[in-house]
């Protein structure tokens, strides 16, 4: 899909322009092509062979509740802009209802999506011989957790070696369901990254749909006891101004935080990223607890 994105814009804005977008405003789907298996791996070999090869990455991003497909491509794209992501950038678009009402069967669609996810995972590593970046959102990263965990059940250890990183960004998932899924790795990959806020308001209705208030969801956990025994950063913005869209993807929606992800990318590579802790590159109060890191963002800090 080429993507067409407003010439002025400000970072962190997803303009839909609905039936009859206009393009000098919105965000616009200017062409697509469909692709065999065949065709999507010459095309994905076509497109890193045109970077430079220290920029020959792949990053396939899955988004969460209430996103269409046209939606998820903007976000996609929208993502790759603001934070300069290198290298070759996917969707896996799995079939939301895209409608606020529709929880109950996003749930059961992520579910449905659980094959796909891993068909794109391996044919994508197949094509390249590259490492997988993978980046969730909300409801995305239950279905990629269940993904990954089907992946590790018939391929141990596949996890750890095809993918240089796990991102969950406002992950709305059980702790102890992702506890029970991420027992499954043989060995969990590196990075792997939880942006949480105990001010999510998107993850709070959440919470009251399934009768409770005192069960946190992954993505607005706010210590790392339940976490204590697994290899993970957390990264907490609930110290930040509030972000649009409930302020459920501030790393999507305030251009501080965008600008500090962009800096922070900059600082891993000089630093060899895949060889350190990231949460620790990020300015404020670091914690640990066990092998979990939690790096808790403090916001004048941040904009410096």
Wanted: charged share 25%.
């Amino acid at each position: 899909m080429e993507i067409s994105i407003p010439p002025e814009r400000e970072r962190g804005t997803l303009n839909l322009g609905g039936a009859d977008p206009d393009p000098r405003t919105d965000f616009v789907i200017s062409a697509q092509t469909l692709h065999d298996e065949g065709s999507f791996r010459r095309r994905i070999k076509s497109h890193l062979n045109k970077i430079p090869a220290y920029q020959r990455e792949v990053t396939i991003f899955v988004h969460g509740f209430n996103n269409t497909h046209a939606e998820a491509a903007f976000r996609t794209a929208q993502l790759k802009r603001d934070i300069e992501i290198p290298g070759a950038t996917i969707f896996y678009s799995w079939p939301s209802r895209g409608a606020t009402l529709g929880y109950a069967y996003d749930e059961d669609s992520a579910l449905f999506a659980r094959d796909g996810l891993e068909n794109l995972l391996r044919a994508t590593h197949n094509a390249t011989g590259l490492p997988v970046i993978i980046v969730a959102h909300s409801l995305g990263s239950q279905l990629t957790m269940e993904a990954l965990r089907q992946i590790e059940i018939s391929s141990p250890g596949w996890s750890k070696r095809n993918l240089s990183g796990v991102i969950l960004m406002s992950p709305d998932l059980d702790v102890d369901l992702f506890k029970s899924q991420i027992a499954r790795f043989q060995s969990v990959p590196q990075p792997f990254v939880i942006f949480a806020n105990s001010r999510d308001r998107a993850l709070g209705i959440s919470q009251r749909i399934r009768g409770t208030n005192t069960r946190a969801r992954l993505g607005n956990i706010s210590s790392l006891e339940q976490l204590s025994d697994l290899p993970v950063q957390v990264v907490d913005t609930s110290n930040l101004k509030r972000s649009r869209d409930l302020n459920h993807f501030p790393a999507a929606n305030s251009p501080t935080l965008i600008a500090l992800l962009r800096r922070l990318r900059d600082q891993a590579d000089a630093q060899e990223r895949r060889r350190i802790e990231l949460a620790r590159l990020l300015p404020g109060d670091v914690s640990q607890l066990g092998g979990a890191v939690r790096v808790e963002l403090d916001e004048e800090a941040v904009e410096q």
